[in-house]
């Protein structure tokens, strides 16, 4: 059986993966942000407003083609068709892939 924060590290993991897959250098964004600024790459999934906030700062406008493009990731990873999140800001987005997530963990344990 999963515990919560099992769940959320996973899930978390595929935070990391999902953006990492939308930079060449990901590795090292993340690494400069976390020497910069309280952002922790352990806890995007927790923090999605901090994480966008620090790559604006870094990135300008440009930020939210790298949040598209992670939120594509993650939720093509997770089965979740990304026609349906509309007009939801970045943490809404992650929000709305967590329940998502949540309700696949569930779904497996109740196959198990």
């Known amino acids: 059986m999963t515990s919560p924060d099992e769940a959320r590290k996973r899930f978390n993991k595929l935070v990391i993966e999902s953006f990492l897959e939308s930079m ?28 966008s906030k620090e790559l604006e700062s ?10 598209t493009t992670m939120i594509r990731n993650l939720y093509r990873k997770l089965g979740i068709k990304h026609a349906k999140i509309g007009r939801l800001t970045f943490p809404e987005q992650i929000k709305k892939a967590w329940k998502e997530y949540l309700g ?3 779904l497996r344990k109740h196959m198990q």
């Open 58 to 67: 870094l990135f300008g406008d440009g930020a939210k083609i790298i949040e």
């Open 104 to 106: 696949s963990e569930k």
């Open 24 to 51: 060449a250098f990901g590795d090292v964004v993340l690494h400069f942000l976390e020497l910069t600024s309280p952002f922790n790459r352990d806890e995007i999934a927790e923090k999605p407003k901090l994480f």
